[in-house]
């Protein structure tokens, strides 16, 4: 049993984790760098997983049971310290703008929400802005002070005999034969038997794990002393805003989200779009006094999922990277770490996120994900002397791919081709069109047992629909065949609004309808589009998860005729770009990948081919070069020739 424990963190995670092990017979030690400027600090403490409509099931898992642990753990806390934690049953209630067109529940039985119309949802919470049209409760969903759930978690570290140090610089961990020997520090070097990485959004200062920091930007306005009781009484939960009532009086506005590193501060224009986002959403905010302004970073990995549990060190334990759900997990996350160190107990869902999923080979073999870069020492490298990939995996909805070549399964001779050619391209999204299975039309029957969907990401697609109405009926449709094969968190769709028989050009106008309608049923939309700068940004300001502009129209094999329009997409947008339809040959996906496409969809250029499977396996060649050469960086075009082998400096 190990009795002696570092813990190098010292926000409510690093905090907890020590309470949990000392009242289990540990000696504890928590070293921290600055206690004010902890993510913790800086957060809104909504107990929201069923406001975020999370919709990884082993995160879901863990959010419901540690929602269900805060009553009873904010007590236990409150009596050991006399402190009040702020924890508040008070509810969520999702304000929309556009309500959907036939309200279903968008949690699981396991969490009840219930839909609100318009009167009921001015009712239950008066003074909501004249826009809002009806909303989702959720009633199971809380909130809880953040910034006193932290004092209190000191004082109870405190209070047991945790040794707490405060203003502590971890500069590195000292490791030899696969155990952390020591934490070097700016007072010397401390010594444990186990260590906890607990530091958020600094782990990867430490150890090279999947962990950055995500700036947010809140600020704090009062209900003035003239408004007789508390107006709101309940957390609102908006589209790209949140706002919490505290009990004193305070409400809590937030957050952006700014993928900045560590540059600090606040700025006029966050400030100003969580004013005009929170306004509108309750209007009298406008007229109450500002409190304060701050700023936090939210330790993000690129799946929006923490990282917890054993390390490449039997005595390091990681319990990071928790993003938007820090306050949310900290008393399972606190259960789940102390079971593990001092019981050697693992429970089940940590093996969902282990820190090893960011560092998984691909599953489908002919994939090319590791560019081989040769070193002096390694003239012809091989997979085991390659250097590490230049390269990082495609983001699309949160979800992590490390294939940037997407395929379909139309247009095949036959099921065979088709299956030899998904293997061959190394492809981990498939396009489905939803119609076309349904009806079982020639080349789809059979298709739900024809590939392994454990090992592919199935992407429906509504081909054949000719309005925005058709298309966002057949992506329902889509969704709930997804849950048949397995794939229950799939929310993925392609939107595909096509009333143009002849040239198969997409809808603008229907597109962006039924985008911004799927967006808030919470699909991950990614939209085929004509190459049109302004609409590729529309969509992205909806909430699209991706654009796909046409290089050509569908199936012609006309190449890239849509080239300075791709480079305008690619430059202004901030969500992935797939270039979609028209590519004919490699030569074409290479090209496409040099302008810094983050992806291509392909499907007819390899179902029309001679070999199909051949084909397939050269289109993921080229996407890898491509993809390559865009990192890498050409070499200037120049007007006149440069020799290789310049004069000067040679001996004559």
Not at 129 to 154: H, I, K, M, S
Request: hydrophobic share 40%; charged share 15%; glycine share 8%.
């Amino acid at each position: 049993m190990t009795r002696d424990i570092v813990i190098i963190g010292g926000g409510a995670i690093g905090l907890a984790i020590a309470v949990e092990l000392k009242l289990r017979g540990a000696k504890v030690t928590v070293l921290c760098r600055d206690f004010q400027a902890a993510a913790s600090s800086a957060a809104a403490g909504m107990l929201a997983p069923d406001a975020e409509q999370i919709t990884d099931t082993a995160m879901k898992s863990l959010c419901w049971r540690s929602r269900s642990l805060y009553p009873e753990w904010t007590r236990k806390l409150e009596d050991l310290t006399g402190l009040n934690t702020g924890y508040w049953a008070c509810s969520i209630l999702a304000p929309v703008y556009q309500a959907p067109s036939s309200p279903s529940s968008p949690s699981s039985s396991s969490s009840p929400s219930y839909w609100l119309d318009k009167t009921a949802i001015h009712q239950y919470q008066p003074g909501l802005g004249t826009e809002v049209v009806g909303g989702w409760w959720y009633p199971e969903d809380a909130q809880v002070n953040n910034q006193a759930l932290v004092r209190v978690l000191w004082a109870a570290a405190e209070t047991l005999g945790v040794e707490l140090k405060d203003g502590i610089t971890v500069e590195g961990l000292l490791q030899q034969q696969g155990q952390v020997l020591g934490v070097q520090t700016n007072i010397g070097i401390i010594h444990a038997e186990h260590y906890v990485l607990a530091t958020g959004a600094w782990a990867n200062e430490l150890l090279p794990i999947a962990v950055s920091p995500r700036k947010g930007q809140m600020l704090r306005v009062r209900v003035p002393d003239y408004v007789p009781e508390l107006p709101l009484k309940r957390v609102l939960f908006g589209e790209n805003i949140y706002i919490v009532p505290r009990k004193d009086r305070s409400i809590i506005i937030g957050a952006t989200s700014e993928d900045v590193g560590f540059t600090p501060h606040n700025t006029p224009a966050g400030i100003q779009s969580l004013l005009q986002g929170a306004i509108r959403l309750y209007p009298q905010l406008q007229d109450y006094p500002i409190q304060e302004f701050w700023w936090g970073f939210r330790p993000a990995t690129p799946d929006e999922l923490p990282i917890l549990g054993t390390s490449h060190c039997p005595n390091l334990t990681l319990a990071t990277g928790h993003y938007r759900n820090g306050i949310l997990l900290t008393p399972v996350t606190a259960t789940l770490i102390a079971d593990l160190i001092w019981e050697e107990k693992s429970d089940p869902l940590l093996s969902h996120f282990h820190y090893s999923r960011f560092q998984k080979p691909p599953s489908t073999p002919p994939m090319l994900t590791q560019y081989l870069v040769p070193t002096p020492h390694t003239p012809h490298p091989t997979p085991h002397s390659a250097l590490p990939t230049l390269d990082s995996p495609l983001i699309i909805a949160g979800k992590s791919f490390q294939s940037r070549l997407m395929t379909g399964t139309g247009k095949y001779r036959s099921i065979e081709e088709m299956q030899q050619s998904v293997v061959a391209s190394g492809c981990q999204i498939v396009t489905v069109a939803v119609r076309r299975v349904q009806t079982k039309a020639p080349g789809h029957e059979g298709l739900a047992e024809a590939l392994d969907w454990s090992k592919i990401w199935m992407l429906p697609n509504t081909a054949g629909c000719q309005t925005a109405e058709e298309a966002i009926r057949v992506a329902r449709l889509g969704r709930e065949m997804a849950k048949l094969l397995g794939q229950e968190d799939n929310n993925f769709v392609k939107l595909e609004v096509i009333p143009d028989a002849k040239y198969l050009l997409p809808d603008p106008i229907g597109t962006l309808q039924a985008a911004e309608q799927l967006v808030k049923e919470g699909f991950a939309v990614l939209p085929y589009i004509n190459a049109d700068p302004m609409l590729a940004k529309r969509l992205e300001d909806v909430g699209c998860a991706t654009v796909m502009p046409l290089a050509s129209p569908i199936g012609s094999g006309q190449g890239l005729k849509t080239t300075a329009n791709i480079q305008i997409i690619i430059e202004n947008a901030n969500i992935p770009v797939v270039v979609d339809a028209g590519i004919g040959a490699p030569s074409e996906a290479s090209q496409a990948m040099e302008l810094g496409a983050d992806a291509l969809l392909i499907n007819s250029a390899i179902a029309l081919a001679q070999n199909p499977a051949a084909m397939a396996q050269a289109m993921n060649l080229a996407t890898v070069a491509g993809r390559l050469a865009y990192l890498a960086g050409r070499m200037p075009i120049r007007s006149h020739a440069s020799a290789s082998s310049p004069l000067t400096g040679t001996i004559s």
